[in-house]
């Protein structure tokens, strides 16, 4: 059983679950309600004969310092990332980790593709087609919900532009003074960071469909308005950090032609992604 002050803090959104399989996630901002949370998950789950692997439990803390002891009252380690469901998560709270994952399987794709390609007679069109179907795409894979900085973003159109020139057979711009955008405009392609922006902007749409109780609203957006979630929060002193609805919002306000339709042009899919796609980014 939990005490009074948890399912309090679990309405607030100071403690909440993620379950997906036989993983689960525990969030919160109180040690004493997570340690609770835990015991309760524990509990119900030995009425269905199922027992959680101590040996594998993991802390993540972001911004934190405190203490969490399982149910046998041992200090769980203290982790500075950790991977789930494939995604990887680190303490500072960045999405740079989990960039640096897709595009070292991005280059492993690559790599091996390109040994097939030394191989066969393919034209460039059509090695530019399966690159963008069999890299790119999986490149791009659940990053629309994730906010990169300026210099992340570069990278990401860095090491597009070397895929694009191993496939082209230009030269890295310091012998063929080349550059990456005369690269793109060889190639017709589209940048990674804007293909990235334009998924950002669908999934948007994908938020402000959802229903007022879902997480996805919940987390993004002020209750019963398209405002940023963000600006409900005091901000602290300094730089504030780049966050993924004020960053994205604006942007689908544009697309929608202005704040007051972005919910009603958002309602319909297909109408949304047409927009997106014909909108100039």
């Not at 989990?98 to 399987?105: M, N, P, V, Y």
């Not at 895929?163 to 012998?175: D, K």
């Not at 901000?235 to 960053?247: A, H």
């Amino acid at each position: 059983m939990l005490s009074a002050s948890a399912p309090k803090a679990y309405k607030e959104g100071d403690l909440a679950d993620i379950v997906y399989a036989d993983d689960t996630l525990l969030l919160g901002s109180s040690a004493k309600h997570l340690e609770e949370f835990l015991r309760a998950v524990a509990a119900a789950g030995k009425k269905y004969s199922l027992e959680l692997h101590e040996g594998k439990f993991q802390l993540l803390q972001v911004g934190g310092g405190y203490n969490v002891r399982n149910a046998s009252g041992q200090t769980i380690d203290t982790t500075r990332s950790l991977s789930y469901l494939g995604a990887s998560l680190a303490s500072d709270g960045r999405v740079g980790s989990e960039l640096s994952r897709h595009i070292g399987s991005a280059k492993a794709d690559f790599r091996a593709m390109h040994q097939v390609w030394k191989h066969t007679s393919l034209t460039k069109t059509r090695k530019l087609e399966v690159y963008g179907a069999l890299v790119e795409s999986k490149l791009l894979y659940g990053l629309s919900s994730a906010c990169f900085t300026k210099a992340e973003l570069r990278r990401l159109d860095g090491f597009q532009a070397k895929f694009l020139r191993t496939i082209l057979g230009i030269l890295p711009s310091y012998y063929s003074r080349v550059s990456n955008a005369a690269v793109l405009l060889q190639a017709s392609w589209v940048s990674l960071s804007k293909q990235l922006q334009r998924r950002q902007v669908v999934y948007v749409g994908k938020v402000l469909r959802a229903d007022a109780s879902s997480p996805l609203r919940i987390c993004s957006m002020v209750p019963g308005t398209t405002q940023p979630l963000v600006s409900h929060y005091i901000r602290r002193v300094g730089r504030p950090r780049r966050e993924w609805p004020s960053t994205v919002l604006p942007i689908a306000c544009q697309v929608a032609g202005g704040s007051h339709c972005i919910e009603v042009a958002a309602q319909d899919e297909r109408r949304w992604k047409r927009l997106v796609r014909n909108f100039c980014f």
